[in-house]
Nanobody, 126 residues
Framework: QVQLVESGGGLVQTGGSLRLSCAAS????????MGWFRQSPGKEREFVAV????????HYTDSVMGRFTIARDNAKNSVYLQMNSLRPEDTAVYYC???????????????????WGKGTLVTVSS
């Protein structure tokens, strides 16, 4: 069973930065594409960013392009989301996700993610 544990959320002012971390266990991490998703109050969960198993392939939703960076460290079984220039509309619970596949695809729901963490709350104050 895959376990994903997010950390790094918190309260930050507009324009500030946060770095989210996700520690994975229970599967060969280096074979899995990983992703970050978020859910704001009253809204459906939405895609934020994904990264391939090697780390060479990434993809972002338009609203975070140039502000957020997804990265991974396969030696530490971890994936990260560096968030800069945060805005109030970035406020959400952020979820880490893992795939049974090495690469992400938009031909599947949620870019092919199969496992989910419990989330970490990010609040951006105006």
């Amino acid at each position: 069973q895959v376990q994903l544990v997010e950390s790094g959320g918190g309260l930050v002012q507009t324009g500030g930065s946060l770095r989210l971390s996700c520690a994975a266990s229970g599967r060969t991490f280096s074979n899995s594409a990983m992703g970050w998703f978020r859910q704001s109050p009253g809204k459906e969960r939405e895609f934020v960013a994904v990264i391939s198993s090697s780390g060479l392939g990434t993809h972002y939703t338009d609203s975070v392009m140039g502000r957020f960076t997804i990265a991974r460290d396969n030696a530490k079984n971890s994936v990260y989301l560096q968030m800069n220039s945060l805005r109030p509309e970035d406020t959400a619970v952020y979820y880490c996700a893992a795939s049974n596949r090495a690469y992400f695809t938009d031909n599947l729901p949620n870019y092919g993610m199969d496992y989910w963490g419990k989330g970490t709350l990010v609040t951006v104050s105006s």
